[in-house]
């Protein structure tokens, strides 16, 4: 919502500077987006008048003029403009000024040998055209010196403010002058509309036709004036409707628009003589045709609202006109329109159409249904004061609703829900401000909000309109109640894991990225989704229609775009829900990411020390290990298995398991998944179901030294086994650690040969034992029975046997 000073002034007498209106405006809840304020900005510039304009001794296009600016001795300029000339009053601007257009600051400079002292500008140069072709020249009575902005009357701020959907109220300019006199910065100015007596019947009637459906338009008020002369409008409202960013049109068309922002009352008019017979409001037919004001044709269907006559469609009820009926230089008899309609229905409808017009914002945030007669009266007065002609009698199909009612307001209320402290004469004085209609004596005092305030339904919306008017600064800050008890964590433990997830995978040199929490129903199948009761009723396009099974679609589908675009090495995780059925227990929160190319831990593409290797099922795994162990999951304890989901390659994938709780699946991605996404790998991926990560085990009551070291020398022993083919090398590692936990402090595989001298069906696992001694140094005896122990139970649980 945009409003210059000026305009505002019209309904304000204010007490207040502007820049105290600027800064109340946002306190009052009316937040200040921006001011554009072109007296502050051109303040440097000042009218001059050029003395002289001499040929410049050493260029021929240039001229060596002298500029009077009203005090001082005339100031020596260079300037390259061809209209140059003695007598001219032009901007001028000093050395240290900032030109708006380039952000040079002008300097004391030498052209060719000749000192320049300031700069004569363009328009173009002052941000305010295109135009350059030669220095600006303003009229002949501007008075040399004055500030240039307030001769071309620049010096108008504009202000634009962000309008919650509440306050629709706000969307005129009265309406912000009412909120900012309640809050005493000015008086406020509302005279009353004066109603226009007609002097003959209107020649056309209205009929509002929604038999069996529900009613789309519950007042349609018109009046037809004739005998007006369609010109320019008047220079003042031409300035304010280009001042917030609207193109003058006629006078007709701009006072449509005047009224829709000076009293958030939208209207519309006919041409008289291209009206076909009466008119009539209804549901349009389905595949029915509007050729709109904006140029385009719209298709419509039977849930929209349309303005009718004899030939057809002539109007889209409450969002934009049609072009057939529209006014132009030659209408000279008119149909004012002012009606009411369902917020609803016209939200639906321009959303469908894709239509965003003045009229469709206001009308869907809900308008003053009070000022619906008013508002056609107010329109009369101002066609008739600019284009003349004679007012008909009004038209009235339907009523307009009542929309009183009282609100019980206990004055108690103010201090138990904010903690104000106000008195029953401030809280009333407020109330009336705004327009509200206030009966009783405290303790209860009997509300009646006034029309344009919809929004207000019971006694907290009025505690809030007492404490936004009366200032939140008035509010005291009052501590949370600490108790005697310490305070519970604030975040839950799932939030905590995914908070320590991000921050792991993020060391690890991944991006986060947020992808749709939807997909396409081919995606969804791919990863074990699809189901009918995931998909979703109105989708908001055809490729993003079911609810995602997994992280893994919309990861994948940014790596390819990201390949697309030529970077093919890139590592994303993603942290968030998934959706596995329709039950609050299938909601899931999971963390996964995925790596492309060469974008390892240790580094991506080509170096001169060597290029990187293509990711694989390790790099996968180290980061799923990595987040599960930053997440408190005993990483330690976890067993591997090769049962990864079908989405993954069946030989180069794993699921991370903690007993039967499978916690997280890691591997290359298949390559029929990746040729149905249209992405080429190699890629691997991770997925790590949040949910199941256990919760730790209660603090010990013995604490534990924070550094366990023991004095003793570890003793190291390789082993080498002979296991099937099949066999896994992770089997190997439990069974040698399960020996002696205590001793045996660590197991790491660091060989594994197949070949020459192994049979067909076997392969060697070479492994290292690191056993500890805590109490005392072991003896070569006590070492060769933890070793026989560690054979005899690798043989045991796996078949092994010793190489030779």
Known sequence: MKFTFSWLQDHLEPTASFDQIVERLSLIGLEVEGVEDKAKQLAPFVVGEVLTAEKHPNADKLKVCTVSIGAGAPIQVVCGAPNARAGLKTVFAAPGTVIPATGTALKVGKIRDVESRGMLCSARE????????????????????APFAQVLGLNDPVVEIAVTPNRADCLGVAGVARDLAAAGLGELMAPRVMPVEGSFPAPLSVTLDFAGTAPLCPAFALRVVKGVTNGPSPQWMQERLAAIGLRPINALVDITNFMTFDRNRPLHVFDLKKVAGNLVVRRAKAGETLLALDGRTYTLDEGMCVIADDTGVESLAGIMGGEATGCDESTTDVVIESALWDPINIAHTGRRLGINSDARFRFERGIDPAFTLPGLD????????????????????????????????????????????????????????????????????????????????????????????????????TELPRGADARKAVLTPLQLRSRKARRALAARGMVEAVTWSFVSREAARLFGGGAPELALANPIAAELSDMRPSLLPGLIAAAG?????????????????????????????????????????????????????????????????????????????????????????????GTLRLGSNAMAHFGEIHPAVLEALDVAGPLVAFEIVLDKIPEPKAKATRVKPALDISAFQPVKRDFAFVVGRAVAAADILKAAQGVDRKLVTGVNVFDIYEGKGIDPDSKSVAVEVTLQP???????????????????????????????
Not at 126 to 145: Q, R
Not at 394 to 423: H, M, N, Q, Y
Request: proline share 5%; charged share 25%.
């Open 126 to 145: 002052m941000g305010l055209s295109e135009e350059h072709e030669g220095i600006m020249e303003l009229p002949e009575d501007a008075p040399v010196g």
């Open 378 to 477: 107010l329109a009369t007065h101002l066609v008739q004061e600019i284009c003349g002609g004679e007012a008909s009698q009004v038209v009235l199909a339907g009523a307009v609703p009542d929309t009183t009612r009282t609100i019980a307001f206990p004055l108690g209320e103010v201090k138990r829900l904010t903690g104000l402290d106000a008195s029953e004469a401030e809280i009333r004085g407020v109330l009336e401000k705004l327009g509200f209609a206030v009966a009783g004596s405290a303790p209860v005092l009997d509300v009646v909000p006034p029309s344009w305030r919809g929004d207000i339904e019971g006694k907290a919306d009025l505690v809030e309109e007492v404490v936004r008017i009366l200032g939140l600064e008035r509010v005291p800050a």
């Open 561 to 653: 775009t990201n390949a697309a675009r030529g970077f093919a090495d890139v590592a994303l995780f993603e942290v968030g829900q998934v959706f596995l059925d329709d039950t609050p227990t299938g909601q899931r929160q999971a963390a996964s990411g995925i790596r492309r190319g060469t974008a390892r831990p240790t580094g991506a593409g080509r170096h001169w020390s060597g290029t990187a290797g293509a990711v694989d099922v390790f790099d996968a795994k180290a980061d799923a290990l990595a987040a599960l162990a930053a997440c408190g999951a005993p990483a330690g304890n976890l067993q591997v298995t090769a049962d990864a989901p079908g989405w993954y390659h069946p030989g180069r994938s």
């Open 774 to 804: 805590r109490e005392r140094t072991l003896t070569d005896k006590e070492i060769e029975e933890v070793a026989g122990k560690i054979v005899a139970e690798v043989a045991k649980k796996t078949g092994a046997t010793l190489r030779a």
